[in-house]
């Protein structure tokens, strides 16, 4: 799976969409040449019975895994957006600071976005993070609390300065937990053997017409290894097919150079 996580999206989907489907449908074939159908027909009723049970509860299964990832590739998304918000925003604030620790304040965040746009996200492509992001970060704190506000005003500003700081710092962690994927080893060996016995269930009902069933299977295994698909390609939202970009912080980071030039 994480060999997939990495591949393009036709790639992983001729890998796991394709393959799987062609060798579904070759089963029937094979099973055939071993049991002849009159054999198979002899156990329908009771096959169908348990075949329905068996595809229920792997429906459910794969529909909460996707429901799962989805929710965390949608956090993902949120936490990169509320990051580079609270940059906007503290920007803004630090023209209310004194003249030097504001100047600074905004040289430091700007080159803690860039340094994340860049760094930050090419580490959370190998399930890590950077140590120097991380050392950008604290400057940005250690600038901040050089500030000392005189009179009620200032107060005000340097904790609202301070909120929007560690917002930024907790949708930062957000995104770098949340690269690590959602779906555990013991999960996805689930809902691999699931995929497989519940299609190579459909193997052992006898059909008159061998083509019919041999389809019939291939399009069971199309929705399935389908849904097994979307896990694979948002499981990781900042290293899969489908990713988050830092398109949000280079968006600050444009503005943030705009408002530098005199």
């Known amino acids: 799976m994480i060999l997939l996580d990495t591949q393009p999206l036709w790639i992983s989907g001729a890998l796991i969409i394709g393959v799987a489907t062609l060798l579904a449908m070759a089963g029937p074939v094979l099973v055939r040449w071993r049991i002849t159908p009159d054999r198979l027909k002899l156990n329908n009723e009771v096959a169908g019975f348990t075949?329905?049970?068996?595809?229920v509860?792997?429906?459910v299964l794969l529909a909460?895994?996707?429901?799962?990832?989805?929710?965390?590739?949608?956090?993902?998304?949120?936490?990169?957006?509320?990051?580079?918000?609270?940059?906007?925003?503290?920007?803004?604030?630090?023209?209310?600071?004194?003249?030097?620790?504001?100047e600074r304040l905004r040289d430091s965040l700007t080159r803690y976005a860039?340094?994340?746009?860049?760094?930050?996200?090419?580490?959370?492509?190998?399930?890590?993070?950077?140590?120097?992001?991380?050392?950008?970060?604290?400057?940005t704190y250690a600038v901040l609390l050089t500030y000392t506000p005189g009179d009620g005003r200032g107060i005000t500003l340097l904790a609202e300065a301070l909120h929007q700081l560690d917002l930024l710092t907790e949708a930062r962690r957000t995104r770098l937990v949340l690269a690590s994927g959602a779906v555990p080893g013991v999960l996805w060996f689930v809902l691999?053997?699931?995929?497989?016995?519940?299609?190579?269930?459909?193997?052992?009902?006898?059909?008159?017409?061998?083509?019919?069933?041999?389809?019939?299977?291939?399009v069971l295994s199309l929705l399935i290894f389908s849904g097994l698909l979307v896990i694979i390609a948002i499981n990781h939202p900042f290293a899969g097919p489908v990713r988050v970009k830092p398109e949000a912080l280079m968006a600050v980071?444009?503005?943030f150079e705009a408002k530098a030039q005199p």
């Open 51 to 55: 075949f329905a049970t068996v595809g």
């Open 57 to 59: 509860l792997y429906a």
């Open 64 to 102: 909460f895994a996707i429901i799962i990832v989805w929710e965390k590739f949608s956090q993902a998304e949120n936490a990169a957006a509320q990051e580079a918000g609270a940059a906007a925003t503290l920007y803004r604030l630090s023209h209310g600071i004194g003249e030097d620790p504001g």
């Open 114 to 139: 860039r340094m994340a746009a860049t760094e930050d996200w090419a580490a959370m492509e190998r399930n890590g993070s950077s140590h120097k992001v991380t050392q950008a970060l604290d400057a």
């Open 192 to 218: 691999a053997g699931g995929a497989v016995l519940t299609v190579g269930f459909t193997l052992f009902f006898g059909t008159e017409n061998l083509r019919v069933q041999a389809l019939m299977t291939g």
């Open 253 to 255: 980071i444009e503005d």
